[in-house]
């Protein structure tokens, strides 16, 4: 966009004051960001209001302002209706509601060359995005990625503030991905994102639903109303798109409910065309409508996002036998059932982002599907604070049914009290035996380790990939996958040192 005018094709809006005759320049929502000329639109979020800043983006030299509304207790702000009022105002009724069509026209429409494709749900949206991201690339296709671990655009890899960014952050990195021609872009959709309408101007050419379970009620309020949130990606899609979806969940009816893309269908319950062949702690083997893939991923669940992938990827164009073949050296996404670097002789750990009821369930089901007769699983996790608040029981119910062995500890408790943010999943927990309590989340996963034998199975769950601990609106650093591989470490060094010493006892009572 060069003029004004040209932002008035794009947006209705219910009046215009004051006059902007140079050459507009950037589209941003952040008045930190703002240089002259530049576009600001003022959006109200639930921490701030974006409405408070526009007297910050008219210093900062912002020529064209789009809001609901001027405040009125800053008097730093021109009037707009003065003659000589440097900036025009377009009001509009809602700005979030014509924030990403008007980012994706900034941005010149980027989704119009690239294949998009959308992929929500609860749970499995980071490993479906990836293993399509990882089988793309294998098969030699300039791929982008939008997911909750990693933005990659190009070489170019940088780590993921959200799941879906805000309307103008995404439009810019969709168009620097059709700057280095890229053909395919995947990305995550959240809940959050759909109903904030993120992605609105955005032409999807298929979308896939995984599954719903609870999460997220915090901001959703109810089931009904977190569902409805994610039909609204299908609600987007035109007779051109493709609709991937797992029947196996009932909420899949809901969300397509409407929906007038090409709908594939797919599941592992009751049909003979996917099936699990084998599965053990090193993976899988499935049957994909025919053809056999042999995947790294381990337990069920991981069954529906390889299934989704390769579904994916055939809806983009590519080959049967090519993505199958891919999808067998596909690790999948970091943090996702990733087994801590070991010793054969050492615990196997395993950390996972499993942060839902559902999910936790499905790792933990996982690990007893592949565990040998003796062996235990321990599970080490807490629960966000300042979330959700009534899935902390459930998720200590869970842990009571499918553990043997239990450490409550902190994820990101954030404002809250680690310890009573512990004492509302313990409200699910009916055992005494074998529950421990460590709100420091270092020394819990070091405990879990240094007490385990090699006939254990230790998961870290909640925070998977993520690389940091937030508590008191601070990020501190913090690695799951750090702390195991170093408490692994020391359990080694135990071990030797120990035998070292039998060995040499053993030696002084024979001389």
Same mark, same amino acid.
């Given at each position: 966009?060069?003029?004004?005018?040209?932002?008035?094709?794009?947006? *209705?809006?219910?009046?215009?004051?004051?006059?902007?005759?140079?050459?507009?320049?950037?589209?941003?929502?952040?008045?930190?960001?703002?240089?002259?000329?530049?576009?600001?639109?003022?959006?109200?979020? /639930?921490?701030?209001?974006?409405?408070?800043?526009?007297?910050?983006?008219?210093?900062?030299?912002?020529?064209?302002?789009?809001?609901?509304?001027?405040?009125?207790?800053?008097?730093?702000?021109?009037?707009?209706?003065?003659?000589?009022?440097?900036?025009?105002?377009?009001?509009?009724?809602? %700005?979030?509601?014509?924030?990403?069509?008007?980012?994706?026209?900034?941005?010149?429409? !980027?989704?119009?060359?690239?294949?998009?494709?959308?992929?929500?749900?609860?749970?499995?949206? %980071?490993?479906?995005?990836?293993?399509?991201? *990882?089988?793309?690339?294998?098969?030699?296709?300039?791929?982008?990625?939008?997911?909750?671990?990693? /933005?990659?655009?190009?070489?170019?890899?940088?780590?993921?503030?959200?799941?879906?960014?805000?309307?103008?952050?995404?439009?810019?990195?969709?168009?620097?991905?059709?700057?280095?021609?890229?053909?395919?872009?995947?990305?995550?959709?959240?809940?959050?994102?759909?109903?904030?309408?993120?992605?609105?101007?955005?032409?999807?050419?298929?979308?896939?639903?995984?599954?719903?379970? *609870?999460?997220?009620?915090?901001?959703?309020?109810?089931?009904?109303?977190?569902?409805?949130?994610?039909?609204?990606?299908?609600?987007?899609?035109?007779?051109?798109?493709?609709?991937?979806?797992?029947?196996?969940?009932?909420?899949?009816?809901?969300?397509?409910?409407?929906?007038?893309?090409?709908?594939?269908?797919?599941?592992?319950?009751?049909?003979?065309?996917?099936?699990?062949?084998?599965?053990?702690?090193?993976?899988?083997?499935?049957?994909?409508?025919?053809?056999?893939?042999?995947?790294?991923?381990?337990?069920?669940?991981?069954?529906?996002?390889?299934?989704?992938?390769?579904?994916?990827?055939?809806?983009?164009?590519?080959?049967?036998?090519?993505?199958?073949?891919?999808?067998?050296?596909? !690790?999948?996404?970091?943090?996702?059932?990733?087994?801590?670097?070991?010793?054969?002789?050492? !615990?196997?750990?395993?950390?996972?982002?499993?942060?839902?009821?559902?999910?936790?369930?499905?790792?933990?089901?996982?690990?007893?599907?592949?565990?040998?007769?003796?062996?235990?699983?321990?599970?080490?996790?807490?629960?966000?604070?300042?979330?959700?608040?009534?899935?902390?029981?459930?998720?200590?119910?869970?842990?009571?049914?499918?553990?043997?062995?239990? /450490?409550? %500890?902190?994820?990101?408790?954030?404002?809250?009290?680690?310890?009573?943010?512990?004492?509302?999943?313990?409200?699910?927990?009916?055992?005494?035996?074998?529950?421990?309590?460590?709100?420091?989340?270092?020394?819990?996963?070091?405990?879990?380790?240094?007490?385990?034998?090699?006939?254990?199975?230790?998961?870290?769950?909640?925070?998977?990939?993520?690389?940091? *601990?937030?508590?008191?609106?601070?990020?501190?650093?913090?690695?799951?996958?750090?702390?195991?591989?170093?408490?692994?470490?020391?359990?080694?060094?135990?071990?030797?040192?120990?035998?070292?010493?039998?060995?040499?006892?053993?030696?002084?009572?024979?001389?």
């Amino acid at each position: 966009m060069k003029k004004a005018s040209d932002i008035l094709k794009v947006i *209705q809006p219910v009046q215009l004051m004051g006059r902007f005759d140079g050459r507009i320049g950037r589209l941003t929502i952040d008045s930190r960001q703002v240089r002259s000329g530049d576009v600001f639109m003022a959006i109200p979020g /639930t921490a701030t209001d974006g409405h408070n800043y526009i007297g910050a983006a008219l210093r900062n030299g912002a020529g064209v302002i789009i809001a609901e509304r001027l405040p009125c207790d800053d008097p730093l702000i021109p009037d707009p209706e003065s003659s000589d009022t440097p900036y025009l105002f377009i009001q509009v009724s809602n %700005t979030r509601d014509i924030a990403g069509d008007l980012a994706q026209a900034f941005a010149g429409h !980027p989704s119009r060359t690239m294949k998009m494709v959308g992929i929500t749900g609860t749970n499995g949206k %980071t490993t479906v995005a990836t293993l399509v991201y *990882q089988v793309l690339r294998t098969l030699g296709y300039n791929s982008g990625l939008l997911s909750t671990v990693d /933005t990659r655009v190009g070489d170019k890899v940088r780590p993921s503030k959200l799941t879906t960014p805000d309307p103008v952050s995404l439009a810019v990195t969709l168009r620097d991905m059709v700057r280095v021609d890229t053909a395919f872009a995947l990305m995550e959709v959240s809940s959050h994102a759909l109903e904030q309408k993120r992605v609105n101007g955005i032409r999807f050419h298929a979308a896939a639903f995984t599954n719903i379970s *609870q999460d997220h009620l915090d901001y959703h309020q109810d089931m009904e109303s977190y569902i409805e949130a994610k039909k609204k990606l299908f609600d987007m899609l035109d007779s051109r798109s493709i609709a991937i979806i797992n029947r196996d969940d009932p909420a899949s009816y809901r969300v397509t409910d409407g929906c007038r893309a090409d709908i594939w269908e797919f599941g592992f319950r009751d049909r003979s065309d996917f099936r699990i062949l084998d599965q053990s702690s090193d993976g899988m083997v499935l049957d994909l409508d025919g053809m056999i893939v042999s995947s790294p991923l381990a337990g069920r669940y991981n069954a529906y996002n390889v299934a989704q992938a390769y579904l994916i990827c055939l809806a983009l164009g590519c080959t049967k036998n090519s993505v199958a073949a891919a999808l067998c050296d596909a !690790p999948g996404a970091a943090g996702r059932l990733e087994r801590v670097v070991s010793e054969a002789s050492h !615990p196997m750990v395993f950390v996972d982002y499993a942060h839902t009821p559902d999910a936790l369930e499905n790792v933990l089901k996982a690990l007893l599907q592949v565990r040998e007769p003796d062996e235990k699983v321990h599970v080490v996790f807490g629960c966000g604070g300042d979330r959700d608040r009534s899935k902390r029981p459930e998720m200590g119910h869970i842990a009571d049914q499918y553990a043997d062995i239990i /450490t409550l %500890t902190s994820d990101n408790p954030r404002s809250e009290n680690p310890d009573a943010i512990i004492r509302d999943i313990r409200k699910g927990i009916v055992r005494n035996d074998r529950l421990y309590l460590e709100p420091d989340r270092r020394k819990a996963i070091r405990s879990a380790i240094l007490e385990s034998d090699t006939r254990t199975i230790v998961l870290i769950a909640g925070k998977g990939h993520e690389a940091y *601990q937030e508590i008191h609106g601070r990020r501190l650093r913090f690695d799951d996958r750090n702390v195991a591989s170093g408490a692994l470490r020391e359990w080694g060094s135990r071990r030797f040192y120990k035998a070292g010493r039998r060995v040499r006892t053993k030696n002084d009572g024979e001389n």
